[in-house]
């Protein structure tokens, strides 16, 4: 069992930047693949925002390309999310999930059915 905290969200104005953290609860080896999820107010699905897949390749939702990076580090078992040039449409509680199996770490980003989740960081964006 593995247990997710995210941490980092808040406030800040469009334009800026944020860094979230998922600390998870034990050692997260090279075999868990990772991965940022966000739900907007309003909405009733989760949009998935990064994944840093097995062997370390990472992809992205359109709708953050070049503003988000994701990244991982197994010593301090944390994964990250840097978000910059932030836009008010990112506004959203923002979720950090972990998963062993080979159907989720090689599925697109599109795939929600991750086994681990974190309970959520808010990142909220004013224009």
């Known amino acids: 069992q593995v247990q997710l905290e995210e941490s980092g969200g808040g406030s800040v104005q469009a334009g800026g930047s944020l860094r979230l953290s998922c600390a998870a609860s034990?050692?997260?080896?090279?075999?868990?693949?990772m991965a940022w999820f966000r739900q907007a107010p309003g909405k009733e699905y989760d949009e998935g925002v990064a994944?840093?897949?097995?062997?370390?390749?990472?992809h992205y939702a359109d709708s953050v390309k070049g503003r988000f990076a994701i990244s991982r580090d197994n010593a301090t078992n944390t994964l990250y999310l840097q978000m910059n040039s932030l836009k008010p449409e990112d506004t959203a509680m923002y979720y950090c999930?972990?998963?062993?199996?080979?159907?989720?770490?090689?599925?697109?980003?599109?795939?929600?059915?991750?086994?681990?989740w974190g309970q959520g960081t808010q990142v909220t964006v004013s224009s």
């Open positions: 999930a972990a998963d062993t199996s080979l159907r989720t770490c090689t599925a697109p980003i599109s795939f929600k059915k991750w086994t681990y």
């Open positions: 034990r050692y997260i080896h090279s075999s868990y693949c």
């Open positions: 994944v840093h897949y097995l062997g370390g390749s990472t």
